[in-house]
C-alpha cells in the first residue's frame, strides 16, 4: 500500500504562487507520481508527472512553463511549484501515483494510490 499526503493549498491572488506538498509512504520504485486537478462540476485533469527514480518530467500544456514538478527521493516527497497562477488554476489538486509501464500517465483512472486533495483557489 502507498498513502499520499497533500498539503499546501490555500487562496492566493492571481499572478501569485503556491508550492504543494505531497507526502509518500510505502514503495516508491518504479513510482510514477502525478499531479492532477479537479474543479467543480469537472473531470479530474492532468497536470504534471514525473519519474520517482530517473525525474523525468511533463506537464499539461495548460501549465508548462508556470509550474515546476519535483521529487526528494531522501525524504519521499514530492513538490509542485505553482507560478503565475491564474484563476483558472482553482481547483482540489491531488498527488497521485502508479506504477510505470504501459498506459497513458494523463488519465486518472491509470494511477492506484491518491491523496485527499489540497484546494487551491486563485482570485482575480
Known amino acids: 500500500q502507498v498513502q499520499l499526503v497533500e498539503s499546501g493549498g490555500g487562496l492566493v491572488q492571481a499572478g501569485n504562487s503556491l508550492r504543494l506538498s505531497c507526502a509518500v509512504r510505502g514503495r516508491t520504485f518504479r513510482s510514477i507520481m502525478g499531479w492532477f486537478r479537479q474543479a467543480p462540476g469537472a473531470d479530474r485533469e492532468f497536470v504534471a508527472v514525473i519519474t520517482w527514480s530517473e525525474g523525468s518530467t511533463k506537464y499539461a500544456d495548460s501549465v508548462k512553463g508556470r509550474f515546476t514538478i519535483s521529487r526528494d527521493t531522501t525524504n519521499n516527497m514530492v513538490y509542485l511549484q505553482m507560478d503565475n497562477l491564474r484563476p483558472e488554476d482553482t481547483a482540489v489538486y491531488y498527488c497521485?501515483?502508479?506504477?510505470?509501464?504501459?498506459?497513458?500517465?494523463?488519465?486518472?483512472?491509470?494511477?492506484?494510490?491518491w491523496g485527499q486533495g489540497t484546494q487551491v483557489t486563485v482570485s482575480s
Open positions: 497521485a501515483s502508479r506504477i510505470s509501464g504501459s498506459g497513458d500517465y494523463s488519465i486518472a483512472r491509470q494511477y492506484t494510490y
